[in-house]
């Protein structure tokens, strides 16, 4: 039996005999444009599915995707608050779900759920379609928490020269320096405060510079303007993994003549990954993620 608190209507998978249904499971949830894009995925490649939202009480989550898989959903995507409940839900993790410490994508197979994390082959993905250089970069990761930690492996895979998180706290940085100290692929790993990027004989431009923090949801930006006039040049690519708005930090960027991008792109790729693992590899071919990025754009 579904209790009415934790299932949606139109995300209860008995509501839809004969067809496979998916659910993004977040809180808040109105505003996810997953719905949108799996749908467009879907209709790429001919798949008859359904995708709806839930939206679990805080607190939750853990019932909510219970009653969901008990009643035959296939899949869910997870995000903002769930994805350390979504971890610790799945019965069998991937590697990359290990270390990134959090889950965005859960699936069932013989009666197991599975858990995936796939933000960071998304924003990787995001950054190599739209031309920028990862491998001998010099890449500025701004952030130390899930965000960040959730694509550090997938950055330092594509083998950048030097990876610097920086954050408000030394300690959390410190510690993600740590867990991934194994994982460098010949890039230099540091980490740095917020404040050491305002010491321009300390700080010298990025390629790459990737804002993991929170700071956008709070209309802040997470560097002062002395640290933007030390870390962006006009050649800078400045990547804001939010997205729906310009950011302070976007604008800094700009302001330094800096390319800028929001991560709309990282979203759309990481529903990829997420909808090749449950529909099958085969279909790689079969759908575009950049035109559905190009649809939500217009
Ligand atoms: P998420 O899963 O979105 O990464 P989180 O784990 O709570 O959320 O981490 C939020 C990150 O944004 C942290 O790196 C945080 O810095 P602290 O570790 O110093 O708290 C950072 N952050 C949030 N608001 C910020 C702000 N106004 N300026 C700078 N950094 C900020």
Request: net charge neutral; hydrophobic share 45%; charged share 15%.
């Amino acid at each position: 039996m579904i209790s009415s608190e934790s299932m949606d209507l139109y995300t209860d998978p008995k509501l839809f005999s004969g067809m496979d249904v998916y659910v993004v499971a977040g809180n808040p949830i109105a505003h996810s444009k997953s719905p949108q894009i799996h749908a467009q995925f879907a209709l790429q490649s001919n798949q008859a599915m359904h995708y709806g939202s839930l939206q679990p009480a805080l607190g939750a989550f853990t019932k909510a995707a219970q009653d969901f898989f008990a009643a035959g959903g296939k899949g869910m995507n997870v995000t903002v608050p769930f994805k350390l409940d979504a971890q610790a839900f799945a019965k069998v993790l991937t590697a990359r779900a290990q270390l990134a410490g959090a889950v965005n994508t859960l699936w069932i197979q013989d009666e197991q759920i599975y858990g995936d994390n796939t933000d960071g082959a998304g924003l990787v993905r995001d950054l190599l379609a739209q031309g920028i250089a990862l491998k001998g970069a010099r890449i500025l990761l701004l952030g130390a928490g899930g965000a960040a930690r959730g694509v550090l492996g997938p950055l330092l895979e594509q083998s950048p020269k030097h990876l610097v998180i920086a954050n408000r706290s030394n300690a959390k940085a410190n510690e993600l320096v740590k867990i991934f100290s194994e994982l460098t692929q010949g890039a230099n790993l540091e980490s740095v405060t917020l404040d050491d990027l305002e010491d321009a004989g300390k700080t010298t431009p990025f390629d790459v510079v990737i804002n993991a923090t929170a700071a956008g949801l709070n209309n802040v930006s997470p560097i002062s303007a002395k640290a933007a006039a030390n870390i962006f040049v006009p050649s800078s690519f400045a990547y804001e993994m939010l997205y729906g708005k310009t950011t302070s930090f976007m604008q800094q960027a700009f302001q330094r003549g800096a390319r800028v991008s929001d991560g709309l792109g990282m979203l759309v790729e990481q529903a990829a990954d997420a909808f090749l693992i449950w529909r099958g590899v085969g279909l790689t071919s079969a759908i575009d993620p950049r035109v559905v990025l190009a649809k939500l754009r217009t």
